[in-house]
């Protein structure tokens, strides 16, 4: 006799009914992974949408903007004016005038700190040093600057603040480093004719695949004398260079030391014996350098103008592989886009983004890390000003007494590596970030120095009684 067949089961069906509603609900998933995948490979392969095209003559930014709105957008806000503890810059009233158009100006770094005129006595520094604006302001405030006003600064001193790339090509007919030459021949008026904006993206982005490059021929060929010391020969920073190792280059084509090499005001990155501060001390006196005599002195003096690389690449994040990009212009999310930041800025200001994707600290932490780090420097450095005031008052007092060139050549000598070395690191503008136990040992070597000295003077000036009274130290603006 058959066996009856059992009784549908109506908890079995409705199972059969979700696994199958799980089956379509992962494929779909798996589908949709498939498409954004597909998607994201072909944003890579395309990045952005080509409304105008670009070449290497177009220094307007707002024109690669149409292509690249996030990025510029980004750096339109290199406009504010933002502070920080010990630096970043504040807008102050200027009421313009035909010389000077402007009707917000930075902070005079002079009133903040009168030694500072004390150290370049004679030299245009002495009458306009101010606290740094924004990417955005660096050609005005160099067209405006009463420099201009008390020196004749030739046209190299347009590398680190004008769109240069199209005009080397220029006046080089295709080829840079000519037309790198001929701007360093122009007076500075003639030179400014030349060029239209600031810094923009074509001085680091070739316009055809949008990868970095070096536009400077003056780091060109620094970086080439620089790892020719190492025992690299014949390097070519954008043939030989890393991808990580460029988002630091092309920050260091501006943010370095330099002088004015000769008749052609050749701009020179004094680098052949190394970064360090006594290498480069070194390498400027070998070559001979003076960029202005002392008023007050009479010595031999050498210029150091805001060495950022040279002092970062003595610190732990230049030793761990961290470039200028990562803190300064770190990557961001726009809706589901990421970008690196083009709102070039303090990192302080900028905690989350710049800061803690490799520090698991609070930003209350991370700050009151480096104000302490600042905080020390910041107290070094006007031991080290005192220290060269000192010696500066003391050589004004043997000159003034008659002391002869040969009795005070010592002491020059130590007012010419002392004050470039304390100059380097107050010109630096990490406030010792950078590389903070580099900075601190140097400003104690340069206090040393100067007080060697003023022992030398004791030593040396055996002709006449000199009254060495103490000079009176200002009270600088320490924290704001």
């Known amino acids: 006799m058959a066996t009856p067949n059992a009784p549908h089961s109506p908890g079995k069906g409705r199972l059969l009914v979700v696994i199958a509603a799980i089956a379509i609900a992962a ?8 498409v954004n995948i597909f998607e994201h490979k072909q944003e890579a392969k395309t990045p952005f949408f080509q409304v105008t095209a670009l070449n290497d003559t177009i220094d307007d930014p707002a024109v690669w903007g149409q292509n690249f709105p996030l990025q510029y957008d980004r750096y339109k806000m290199t406009t504010d004016m933002e502070r920080t503890r010990f630096g970043g810059s504040e807008g102050v009233p200027h009421s313009p005038t035909e010389a000077d158009p402007r009707t917000v100006v930075a902070r005079s770094k002079l009133e903040l700190d009168p030694r500072l005129k004390t150290m370049w006595a004679g030299y245009s520094f002495a009458a306009d040093y101010r606290e ?10 160099q067209v405006f600057t009463e420099r201009q006003r008390v020196a004749k600064q030739p046209g190299t001193c347009l590398n680190c603040h004008a769109s240069l790339y199209p005009t ?6 295709g080829d840079i480093t000519k037309g790198f030459e001929a701007i360093n021949h122009m007076p500075y008026a003639d030179a400014r004719k030349q060029v239209t904006h600031p810094i923009s993206c074509v001085d680091c982005h070739d316009a055809k695949t949008m990868n ?13 004398a620089l790892k020719a010391s190492q025992g690299v020969k014949d390097y070519d920073v954008n043939r030989d260079a890393s ?3 460029m988002r630091t280059y092309v920050c260091a084509q501006c943010h370095v030391t330099y002088y004015f090499r000769g008749a052609d005001k050749r701009l020179t990155f004094p680098w052949p014996k190394g970064l360090k501060l006594d290498q480069i001390v070194a390498s400027e006196n070998e070559d001979n350098v003076v960029e202005w005599t002392h008023k ?3 010595a031999p003096m050498m210029k150091a103008r805001h060495p950022e690389f040279e002092t970062w690449s003595q610190g732990i994040h230049a030793r761990s592989g961290v470039a200028c990009a990562d803190c300064h212009m770190p990557y961001v999310r726009e809706g589901a886009m990421k970008i690196s930041d083009h709102n070039v800025r303090s990192p302080l200001l900028n905690v989350n983004a710049s800061c803690q994707g490799c520090h698991r600290w609070s930003e209350t932490e991370m700050k009151s890390r480096v104000e302490e780090i600042q905080t020390r420097f910041v107290e070094t450095r006007n031991v080290a000003m005192n220290a060269l005031v000192d010696l500066i008052g003391d050589l004004k007092a043997a000159k003034d007494a008659g002391a002869t060139d040969e009795e005070l050549a010592a002491a020059r000598k130590l007012q010419r590596d002392a004050g470039f070395m304390i100059d380097f690191l107050v010109s630096e503008n990490s406030m010792g970030f950078h590389a903070d136990q580099y900075s601190v040992k140097s400003f104690a070597e340069a206090i040393n120095m100067c007080r060697e000295g003023q022992l030398a003077l004791r030593r040396d000036v055996k002709t006449r009684a000199v009254n060495y009274a103490p000079q009176p130290s200002a009270t600088p603006v320490t924290s704001h």
């Not at 494929?27 to 498939?34: D, F, V």
């Not at 080397?168 to 007919?173: D, V």
């Open 27 to 34: 494929g779909a998933g798996i589908a949709a992974l498939l």
């Open 132 to 141: 740094k604006r924004g990417h955005a302001y660096m050609l005005e405030d």
């Open 168 to 173: 080397y090509m220029k006046l080089g007919n």
């Open 212 to 224: 970095l490059r070096i536009s400077r021929p003056a780091f060109i060929e620094g970086i080439r």
């Open 243 to 245: 991808r990580q190792e």
């Open 296 to 298: 007050e002195t009479g």
